[in-house]
């Protein structure tokens, strides 16, 4: 098992900044990808970003250029820092991580996830 616990949402005006964190902890075996997904009111959950433990990054074409993603595997931490947001950014981002090795490999693991709310 994989416990995810985020923080760091927020309000934040349009054009500001927040950064969001993930702390995992439990059975933590690579390879691995971890990741932020997001659901805003009435949408389908959708990839923002996600990383794997070797570093490798894929970003949503909306949030490219303007959110980043990054790790620290000695910590167990994912962190997304979002910058120059939008209203549309508004949404409940959540945490994810996935097995991709061994017996497990595509097992995934959520996050409760926070509130990201821009305002225009």
């Known amino acids: 098992q994989v416990q995810l616990v985020e923080s760091g949402g927020g309000l934040v005006q349009a054009g500001g900044s927040l950064l969001v964190s993930c702390a995992a902890s439990?059975?933590?075996?690579?390879?691995?990808?971890m990741g932020w997904y997001r659901q805003a009111a009435g949408k389908q959950r959708e990839l923002v970003a996600r990383?794997?433990?070797?570093?490798?990054?894929t970003y949503a074409d909306s949030v490219r250029g303007r959110f980043t993603i990054s790790r620290d595997n000695a910590k167990n931490m994912v962190y997304l820092q979002m910058n120059s947001l939008k209203p549309e950014d508004t949404a409940v981002y959540l945490c994810?991580?996935?097995?991709?090795?061994?017996?497990?490999?595509?097992?995934?693991?959520w996050g409760k996830g926070t509130l990201v709310t821009v305002s225009s």
């Open positions: 994810n991580f996935r097995r991709a090795g061994g017996t497990w490999a595509g097992t995934e693991y």
């Open positions: 439990g059975s933590i075996f690579s390879p691995n990808v």
């Open positions: 990383i794997t433990n070797g570093g490798t990054t």
